[in-house]
């Protein structure tokens, strides 16, 4: 299948900046989207922001104009930029990727969590 490793994670006081990694390897063919969503302590997880293959990008309202998210292609690779971090920011961030991999003599489609990683605002 495929694994995503996520990094970059930490405690940041607010105003203050974080720069998330996500990683994707193992036996792929083609990534169609990368995304990041988080999860809040008694909450539903959210879509944070996601990126396609085309380079289209989509964010949630409350991340527009502070978080920026960008695609390496060649190393299978999201990041998040985060800028201007508020206390309500704070939560687990999951990365996610949707694609084909190869199956043995087969291509099937995935999709796939990273295990998450810890951001945390100060205020």
């Known amino acids: 299948q495929v694994q995503l490793v996520e990094s970059g994670g930490g405690l940041v006081q607010a105003g203050g900046s974080l720069r998330l990694s996500c990683a994707a390897s193992?036996?792929?063919?083609?990534?169609?989207?990368m995304g990041w969503y988080r999860q809040a302590p008694g909450k539903q997880r959210e879509l944070v922001a996601v990126?396609?293959?085309?380079?289209?990008?989509n964010y949630t309202d409350s991340v527009k104009g502070r978080f920026t998210i960008s695609r390496d292609s060649a190393k299978n690779t999201v990041y998040l930029q985060m800028n201007s971090l508020k206390p309500e920011d704070t939560a687990v961030y999951y990365c996610?990727?949707?694609?084909?991999?190869?199956?043995?003599?087969?291509?099937?489609?995935?999709?796939?969590w990273g295990q998450g990683t810890q951001v945390t605002v100060s205020s």
């Open positions: 990126i396609t293959t085309g380079g289209s990008t």
């Open positions: 193992g036996r792929i063919f083609s990534i169609s989207a």
């Open positions: 996610n990727a949707e694609g084909v991999y190869y199956r043995g003599s087969f291509y099937s489609s995935f999709g796939s």
